[in-house]
């Protein structure tokens, strides 16, 4: 099984930054993205930004210009930068990880699709 350890949330006023991080550990084979996704109350869980191997990343609209994710291979980490954060930001973020490990001699693989618990952001206006 893959693990994943968040860490960064918390309490900051409007205009503020926060980074995110997130490890991922255990069986982890060949990761091929990581990711955040936020979830605010009442709504749908959307994403944020994620990164693939190589390095190309993908943003919601909502975010471009103001948040950067970047990855570290050799550790198998991903930290999200959030800057010029706005109320509307407000929401428990969590990280994924998509990837796949070799089951046997043969080959055959196992797909994952992980999520980490979510930490709490809170924006003030």
């Known amino acids: 099984q893959v693990q994943l350890v968040e860490s960064g949330g918390g309490l900051v006023q409007f205009g503020g930054s926060l980074r995110l991080s997130c490890a991922a550990s255990?069986?982890?084979?060949?990761?091929?993205?990581m990711g955040w996704y936020r979830q605010a109350p009442g709504k749908e869980r959307d994403l944020v930004a994620r990164?693939?191997?190589?390095?190309?990343?993908t943003y919601a609209d909502s975010v471009k210009g103001r948040f950067t994710i970047s990855r570290d291979n050799a550790k198998n980490s991903v930290v999200l930068q959030m800057n010029s954060l706005k109320p509307e930001d407000t929401a428990v973020y969590y990280c994924?990880?998509?990837?796949?490990?070799?089951?046997?001699?043969?080959?055959?693989?196992?797909?994952?699709?992980?999520w980490g618990q979510g930490t709490q952001v809170t924006v003030s206006s």
């Open positions: 255990g069986r982890i084979g060949s990761i091929n993205s």
């Open positions: 990164i693939t191997s190589v390095g190309t990343t």
């Open positions: 994924n990880v998509v990837g796949r490990y070799v089951v046997n001699v043969e080959g055959a693989y196992f797909e994952y699709n992980e």
